[in-house]
């Protein structure tokens, strides 16, 4: 007969908020996996950012919000792509991206582990184009 699992010591932990210009990240979990909640304000972006190693999905809780995708650090080449609510996206390491918020939007997001050094911020301003003729 099998031993059973080796369970690890049940640990509460509070979230720990981290204030951003486009609303706040709810770092729920920063371990093996990282589990956050990304709440933005209403036509506000995030940076066009990547990550060297972090692999992420997101889900859309509430709201509604741009995203736009590419290979490389040129803006042109993005792909946009408009979310809802229910609906969920996966972005691999090196994947250059970008949210827009065209409503307040509270979005899940699953990635392994989240390392601030690990972020590549290509751009800091808006480069999705469908949000300036949306908005």
């Not at 080796?6 to 770092?27: D, L, N």
């Not at 997001?109 to 003729?133: K, M, N, Q, Y």
């Amino acid at each position: 007969m099998p031993k059973p699992a080796r369970v690890e010591a049940f640990k509460a932990s509070t979230p720990q908020i981290v204030s951003k210009s486009w609303g706040h990240e709810k770092i729920i979990f920063n371990g093996q996996y990282c589990l956050k909640v990304l709440v933005f304000h209403a036509r506000t972006n995030s940076s066009f950012h990547y990550h060297k190693k972090k692999h992420e999905t997101f889900y859309v809780q509430k709201g509604e919000i741009l995203f736009g995708v590419c290979n490389s650090d040129d803006p042109s080449s993005l792909v946009e792509h408009r979310l809802r609510e229910g609906e969920s996206f996966t972005v691999p390491p090196g994947v250059r991206h970008q949210f827009y918020a065209i409503t307040e939007a509270e979005i899940l997001e699953g990635s392994t582990f989240h390392d601030e050094a690990d972020t590549v911020r290509v751009l800091p301003i808006l480069v999705i184009e469908r949000a300036l003729v949306s908005s």
